[in-house]
């Protein structure tokens, strides 16, 4: 299940960070805060913020179950969505819910030191270990369970006077300057995820699919059934560039890729009319590529929808090394379909979780689909 959380962002989610940034030579840093996290550094307003994720979670596995998915085994959330804590507060308190989850995946801004950033944790859950017995506390569980896979990004986005433009962020953030990321660069490493014995999963951030990485070498001699890409994006349509880089690594036999976005900067666009959609189609949060297919798949999530249930097929494929060896004993990820879900009566329950920037652009779909409109 795919959750294209943030939905909404205003100029305020981009501000300078005066300290390293140097104007006389047209250069900036920026940071990203998480306005979709309100209250994520106070105590008690974090607990009802994972309060209310938790709910709106298992309100769109619940639908999607009933969409005609047998289970829930995976949900994905795109880059800088959580934080730690609530990720993996959040993850525990689904796998309670739905107790066949076995894969947790999320971009976060912080990691399990504390330290600010932009990571991806990925948590895995193995099929058959039933449901713990949870302590009260989630913390505990999770010390007592499995422990995350957290990775930093290793590459800075870099925002230029075009981007600013298209995202409509030439207010915040000023257009005469080169605006990077302002994270630290302190490793590189690439972690992989073994689940169900026979599949294999790497997860990347954003600029990591497309700059040129020595971790990309080595994730193409591992050669893993899936990759997952997290970015904080335009609409992921075929002929943009998360497309070409995810066909790349799809060429190896047996490797899947997934990249997936949140929708904020989507609804900036058409809010702002820099690029209104046209339909529910247009609203394109991710893509999949395998190579059974050939063509990458758009995976849409319209206006009045807030996730999508991806259905996946396993298949045997053998695997060859460059030595020739082989293994018959390894699986491949295809396509099968992928399902807009929909919760009603979203805008009065889950106003937190939309925002009033998607809110707005869901009132103004509505009116165009009201009769006389």
């Known amino acids: 299940m795919l959750i294209p959380f943030p939905f909404s962002l205003d100029d305020d989610a981009f501000k300078p960070a005066p300290a390293r940034s140097d104007p006389q030579h047209n250069l900036g840093f920026f940071d990203v805060f998480q306005q979709w996290l309100p209250g994520r550094n106070n105590p008690e307003r974090k607990e009802r913020l994972v309060d209310v994720l938790s709910v709106f979670v298992t309100d769109l596995a619940t639908e999607a179950k009933a969409r005609g998915a047998v289970s829930v085994d995976g949900i994905v959330f795109p880059e800088l969505a959580l934080d730690y804590e609530i990720f993996c507060e959040l993850a525990m308190r689904i796998k309670y819910r739905f107790e066949e989850l076995e894969l947790f995946v999320a971009g976060m801004s912080t990691n399990e030191l504390g330290r600010n950033g932009n990571f991806v944790g990925v948590l895995t859950f193995p099929r058959d270990i039933a449901i713990w017995d949870f302590p009260s506390d989630f913390g505990d569980a999770l010390e007592s369970g499995p422990a995350p896979m957290i990775r930093e990004k290793h590459h800075r986005w870099k925002l230029d006077r075009s981007q600013l433009s298209a995202y409509k962020l030439d207010g915040a953030l000023n257009p005469k300057l080169q605006w990077w990321e302002n994270i630290d660069l302190l490793s590189r490493r690439v972690d992989f ?117 991806l259905k996946l097929w396993s298949s045997p494929v053998t695997d060859y090394s460059l030595d020739g060896r082989d293994d018959p004993h390894g699986k491949t990820w295809v396509y099968g379909k992928h399902v807009p879900l929909k919760l009603a009566g979203n805008d009065g329950r889950y106003p937190t979780v939309l925002g009033d920037a998607d809110r707005a652009a869901a009132s103004e779909a509505d009116a165009k689909k009201s009769p006389g409109a």
């Not at 689940?195 to 050669?223: H, N, T, W």
């Not at 899936?226 to 790349?248: E, F, G, H, K, N």
């Open 193 to 309: 995820t073994a689940f169900r014995q026979r599949s294999v999963m790497a997860a990347m951030i954003c600029e990591d699919l497309a700059r040129v990485d020595p971790c990309q070498s080595l994730l193409r001699s591992v050669g893993p059934n899936l990759v997952i890409a997290l970015l904080m994006d335009a609409p992921q349509r075929v002929d943009r560039w998360p497309s070409r880089y995810a066909t790349i690594l799809a060429e190896d036999p047996g490797c899947s890729v997934l990249t997936f976005t949140s929708r904020a900067l989507m609804t900036r666009q058409h809010n702002e009319k820099v690029h209104k959609s046209k339909s529910g189609l247009d609203r394109i949060v991710g893509l999949w590529k395998d190579d059974f297919h050939g063509e990458s798949k758009e995976l849409h999530c319209p206006q009045d929808c807030q996730g999508i249930w």
